[in-house]
T-cell receptor, first 112, second 113 residues
Framework: QKEVEQDPGPLSVPEGAIVSLNCTYS??????FMWYRQYSRKGPELLMY????GNKEDGRFTAQVDKSSKYISLFIRDSQPSDSATYLC????????????FGAGTRLFVKA | DTGVSQDPRHKITKRGQNVTFRCDPI?????LYWYRQTLGQGPEFLTY????????KSRLLSDRFSAERPKGSFSTLEIQRTEQGDSAMYLC???????????FGDGTRLSIL
């Protein structure tokens, strides 16, 4: 069993929809949780990072962490075609620490 | 733009050849990481440096792989006697200390003929 599980999709939604992306994990010691966006043939771009449980909002993006359920989510409001990309969840014992584990990524397509 | 820079962007080589990749981190970042990413997978940790010291290596990093970070600035990743299974995207990331998130370059795509 992988430490971090993420549905690979693809997920296809119409423009303007609310998108929900999720990851589950098995290691309760993870403390920091990140979401990265990766366009084709590009490196991952940091979108959100949170410490422990709770919510964090940045513009159209909201990250949620539920440590009791070992479940994290990223919500994208008013989705745009430019949001079409692969979204990677990542988690670590210390943000920037060596043991950062990534999910396999969910491919998102937002149709105009 | 002063983000993480990687060179070359794409490397095509024959099996058995040696290849070397370079990473220039964000200038004030003291931590530098190498990852490998294959199609449909997330990045997998290979190794990391704090300044010039290599502090951790994954079991994925066989003895054909070596990484250096002289003077704690840029880093190089060398693969000797390349094999078909080495074909992947090699990503570099950097961070300012242990409590800050990692920022990635756009990677070097390695294709083994």
């Amino acid at each position: 069993q992988k430490e971090v599980e993420q549905d690979p999709g693809p997920l296809s939604v119409p423009e303007g929809a609310i998108v929900s992306l999720n990851c589950t994990y098995s290691n309760s010691a993870f403390q920091y949780f990140m979401w990265y966006r990766q366009y084709s043939r590009k490196g991952p771009e940091l979108l959100m990072y949170t410490y422990s449980s709770g919510n964090k909002e940045d513009g159209r993006f909201t990250a949620q962490v539920d440590k009791s359920s070992k479940y994290i989510s990223l919500f994208i409001r008013d989705s745009q075609p430019s949001d079409s990309a692969t979204y990677l969840c990542a988690m670590s014992l210390h943000t920037g620490g060596f043991k950062t584990i990534f999910g396999a990524g969910t491919r998102l397509f937002v149709k105009a | 733009d002063t983000g993480v820079s990687q060179d070359p962007r794409h490397k095509i080589t024959k099996r058995g050849q040696n290849v070397t990749f370079r990473c220039d981190p964000i200038s004030e970042h003291n931590r530098l990481y190498w990852y490998r990413q294959t199609l449909g997978q997330g990045p997998e940790f290979l190794t990391y440096f704090q300044n010039e010291a290599q502090l951790e290596k994954s079991r994925l990093l066989s003895d054909r792989f070596s990484a250096e970070r002289p003077k704690g600035s840029f880093s190089t990743l060398e693969i000797q006697r390349t094999e078909q299974g080495d074909s992947a995207m090699y990503l570099c990331a950097s961070s300012q200390g242990q409590t800050q998130p990692q920022h990635f370059g756009d990677g070097t795509r390695l294709s083994i003929l």
